[in-house]
């Protein structure tokens, strides 16, 4: 009687180990895949429920970059080829980021989001970098640019709204367009995308 009962106990604790096993091998595949997943050109992304988060290696530092949109959420956004070579390849010696006077805070958020990349705060590619409007504003001061004002090296970006989400570029001017507040985020998203290489 007691071999028996030292058998079963055998059996279920065989059981039990085969049933954890196997539970901690599903949830390391699901994380396997899941991070496979959210894989883009060779970068990890991670969720949070908000934002996506990367890390890039600049000046052989990691930084840990946070984007609303993950860069497949912005294959849609068409783009013009040569849209980063105003300011990956001309070495602009400043960057305005030009928006409408009246822009909602969401497009004030889609030019931060380029900012935070092109200028000195973070120390990624050290341009200064400004904002201004694209039409003037009764009652501010703040600074007018448009396509005409862009040189190689003054280069503006300026977002416009439109009936399509597009990345152009005129000279030394990359225009950015949105269909609306959201997608100026999107749009600007892929814009920093390509500025660090992430996306073509």
Known sequence: ?????????????????????????????????????????????????????????MRDQPILMTFRYHPRDALNVWKARTVVDPILKENPRKIWISLPPDADPKVVLAGVEIARITGERHNMLNIPTSSAFSAPLEGFDTPVKTCDDATPEEVV????????????????????????DDDSILVADRYAYMLLQIMN
């Open 1 to 57: 009687m007691k071999s028996q009962g030292a058998w079963k106990f055998f059996v279920a604790v065989g059981l039990f180990v085969l049933l954890m096993g196997g539970v901690y091998w599903w949830q390391g595949h699901t994380e396997t895949k899941e991070r496979l997943d959210n894989q883009y050109n060779g970068f990890d992304f991670t969720y949070s429920g908000l934002y996506w988060t990367t890390e890039i290696i």
């Open 157 to 180: 970006l300026v977002f416009v709204p439109h009936e399509e989400n597009t990345i152009v570029r005129d000279g030394s001017c990359v225009i950015l367009t949105y269909k609306n």
